[in-house]
């Protein structure tokens, strides 16, 4: 296991993400998006965001599992319906889903390499570790959930 598997809680290495692309819009020159556009885009992708993490938690949550990104191996449950059926990882899509809303109101382009870093290291960090615990656990029932349900969306 390396040393940053499961270590950083998703929500928080999303935080330390966009406080790093504030810092960065600072020094970085913006583009001009009309704020009608500026803020239609936000909006919508918190609400797209908004379908993915709350109700993704709340099935953990309803399935008696933990929802401890850093302590995966205390799964009671491979949770497989609600939103799960659409992204095996919606959770994280929803942290994705927030940092490109704060890259369109920060409105600067070059600030679209902070989801990228986070969904490379998630997926490298946290996904994969996590994906070979659920394969310990439940075997070919999450090899069968994996070939229908991708890990994005």
Not at 43 to 69: H, Q, R, S
Request: glycine letters at 4%; a positive charge.
């Amino acid at each position: 296991m390396n040393k940053l598997e499961n270590r950083i809680p998703p929500p928080i290495l999303m935080v330390l993400v966009a406080i790093i692309m504030y810092f960065i819009a600072i020094i970085t020159p913006t583009i001009y998006i009309s704020n009608l556009t500026r803020w239609g885009l936000t909006a919508f992708l918190v609400i797209l965001a908004g379908f993915f993490g709350p109700p993704a938690f709340k099935t953990f949550l309803m399935a008696n599992t933990t929802t401890d990104p850093i302590n995966i191996d205390k799964t009671s449950t491979l949770v497989t319906w609600g939103v799960y059926r659409y992204s095996r990882n919606p959770m994280y899509l929803s942290l994705t889903l927030l940092l490109c809303a704060w890259n369109i109101w920060l409105a600067r382009p070059i600030l679209i390499t902070g989801p990228i870093l986070f969904v490379i290291f998630i997926s490298r960090f946290q996904i994969i570790p996590e994906e070979l615990i659920l394969l310990e656990h439940y075997g070919s029932q999450y090899s069968d959930y994996k070939k229908l349900v991708r890990r994005w969306l």
